[in-house]
């Protein structure tokens, strides 16, 4: 086997969220295979931080201002990172963020927000983006899921929602797109240690669920999450399209 097709040296990779958790990890983890990277998310220090991360490993990277509930913003971000980079050859859809509160006492406002950040704004970005593949011919689409697109927990009404809903637009986006050899797959996470889920690694009580619940009795750690980016962004995943790949010591195994 030629350990060649894990190299993106060449390629350009586009993350949103980037700016800190899994996305910098995602961001980092390509550029270290190769792959120039844009760096999408809203807070300018940070841009500015994960790019120079980049930077430092010798690829091209810049910092784009992207708020993923705009269409606007979208396409003026895609736009300068096009004028940028020239294309982008992987696109990997990371924006989340989660309210949980039981279904009874759900507000809209927060139902819109998530279903936005962690659901809607991957079509939208994929429509922003996708084109130009199609004209190559070529493309690796991510989408983040989580292990809760398929199992449910209390609390999680809109995220669990999104999830589930970006399981199903991955399998519909990989039919459309399988013609122009663009793979289009999920990766659903387990809990890791970011700020999304900080109150939870501080709570003892939801922590012995998760080690109980998780058959190798722990949660991620932020570098195991490298490896299924850069097998799914490289040329050793190219005949696998539509799939939702958990990550997850196990728990969706029971
Ligand atoms: N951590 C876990 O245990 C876990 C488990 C399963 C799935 N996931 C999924 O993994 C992905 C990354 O999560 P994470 O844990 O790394 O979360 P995180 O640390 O909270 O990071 C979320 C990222 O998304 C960005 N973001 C949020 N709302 C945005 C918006 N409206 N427009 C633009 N950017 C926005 C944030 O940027 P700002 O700094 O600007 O807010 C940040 O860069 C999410 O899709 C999440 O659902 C995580």
Redesign the pocket.
Known sequence: MDLDMFDLTGKTAMV????????EVEAIALAKAGADVAVC???ES?LKRVSGAIKALGRDSEGFF????SKESIHEGVDKILDHFGRVDILVN????NYRVPVLEYPEDKWDLVIS??LKSYYLVAQAVVPQMVERNSGKVIN?S?ILGQIALVNQLAYGSAKGGVNEMTRIMALEWAKNQINVNAIA????E????KQIFKDPERLKFIKERTPMGRWGKLPEFEGIVIFLASAASDFITGQIICIDGGWTAC
């Not at 996470?189 to 890791?192: A, D, G, I, R, S």
């Not at 970011?194 to 889920?197: D, W």
């Open positions: 949103t969220g980037a700016t800190r958790g899994l996305g998310g809203r807070v940070d992207m708020e993923v509930t990371n924006t989340g963020t950040t962690n983040i989580s996470p387990n809990y890791f970011t700020e999304m889920v």
